[in-house]
Every structure is written in C-alpha cells, then in structure tokens.
C-alpha cells in the first residue's frame, strides 16, 4: 500500500526554526509537494522537490532524499501567522496525489 | 483572475438526498480534481479529469459522479446522500501534473444528517 506519514502536532516558539519531517512509500515518485493550509481553509503551495537536495524560497526550504522515502520541510524566523497544518503529498507512478494527514504547528510567543 | 471558486461554502442534506457541488476555474488548467478531506486523514482523490470530456475515478468514487462539458467547470454530483459523505470537498486545478502545482478552492462544508 502506499503510506505518507508526519507527525501529528508540533510546538516552536516565534523567531525560532522548526523541522517537519514526512517520510513516504508509494508506488513510484514524481515529485514531493508541500501545502500549507490555515484552519478553515484551503491548502496553499508552498515547495516541490523532484530530485535530491534542497529546495530554498525565502524563510522556507525544503529537503529531499529519495534513496531514504523522506522531506524534511523547514521553517526559519518563525512568525504567529505561521500556524497552520502542512500537508506533505507525493505524486506516485499514475501521477496521483497522495496525501499526508498533515502537521499542526503551534507557534507560542 | 478568481483563480478556482465552489459553491456553496455549506450545506446540510438529509440522509438519501441529493446535490451537485459547484467548482468553476479561470485559468484555463486542462487538470481538475475532487478531494475530500476529513479530520485527522489526508486529502483523498474522488474524481479527477485531464481535460473537457475525460473524467476518471480516483481513489474513494463511490457515491459520486462527476462530469466535465467545458474546461472551466468540474462539477461534483451527490446522489442518496449518506451520513458517510460528511466532509469537507475541495476542488483543484493545475496545468500539468509532474512538478505542477494544484491550485484549491475554498472547499464546500457538507453535513448528513
């Protein structure tokens, strides 16, 4: 079966940085996506990562290893407006979303 | 641009109703998509469609029926609604697929009661 796993809830404090962690099987990889979705609202694109390394847009970046199934999504300079959940999704061999249940970052002041 | 727009935000159906979820895009994506997403789960494909005319089941049809006469209308279709289909329905769009991004509506809330 196909599985996307991240960490259900997580707590960073304001000016800090945070690491969210997705790790994946899924029958083929075209590509990892990261969302970003405030409650009550819909899912917002925030990276994509195909081939191994770092992907860098302003305070974030987003890492891939392959040959390991796992992205590690990373927040620096934390804001308030930060929190939301992040839904990590991997594009499989039919070219379909699968989909995380996503983190709940918490940021305290 | 209004980018992707469902109506409506909510709605509530008796159990064994039916109803049709609106999704309109302006950005002329050849790719649409249905999910729905319920607490503590990730967003599941319903239906999805490359293009006016072609539409294909995704992960979790059952229940559902969809159509795709033009290209900026996708429209979801609920028949004998179940208290199961309780959700939250997102409809997407992008222009590709590998290292597209989807574009989301605000989501329709849907009870069954």
């Known amino acids: 079966g196909q599985n996307i796993d991240q960490p259900t809830e997580m707590t960073a404090t304001e000016g800090a940085i945070v690491q969210i962690n997705c790790t994946y099987q899924?029958?083929?990889?075209?590509?990892l996506f990261w969302y970003q979705q405030h409650a009550g609202e819909a899912p917002t694109f925030l990276s994509y990562?195909?081939l191994d390394g770092l992907e860098e847009k302003g305070r974030f970046s987003s890492f891939l290893s392959r040959s390991k199934g796992y992205s590690d999504l990373l927040l620096k300079e934390l804001q308030m407006k930060d929190s939301a959940s992040y839904l990590c999704?991997?594009?499989?061999?039919?070219?379909?979303?699968?989909w995380g249940a996503g983190t709940k970052l918490i940021i305290k002041p | 641009n209004a980018g992707v727009t469902q109506t409506p935000k909510f709605r509530i159906l008796k159990i064994g109703q039916s109803m049709t979820l609106q999704c309109t895009q302006d950005?002329?994506?050849?790719?649409m998509y249905w999910y729905r997403q319920d607490p503590g789960m990730g967003l599941k494909l319903i239906y999805y469609?490359?293009?006016?005319?072609?539409?294909d089941k995704g992960e979790v049809p059952n229940g559902y029926n969809v159509s795709r006469s033009t290209t900026e209308d996708f429209p979801l279709r609920l028949e004998l609604a179940a208290p199961s289909q309780t959700s939250v329905y997102f409809c997407?769009?992008?222009?590709?697929?590998?290292?597209?991004?989807?574009?989301f509506g605000p989501g329709t809330r849907l009870t069954v009661l």
């Open positions: 950005m002329n994506h050849n790719y």
């Open positions: 999704a991997v594009m499989d061999s039919n070219y379909q979303l699968i």
């Open positions: 469609s490359v293009g006016a005319g072609i539409t």
């Open positions: 990562n195909v």
């Open positions: 997407a769009s992008s222009y590709g697929t590998s290292g597209n991004e989807q574009f």
């Open positions: 899924t029958s083929g990889f075209n590509g």
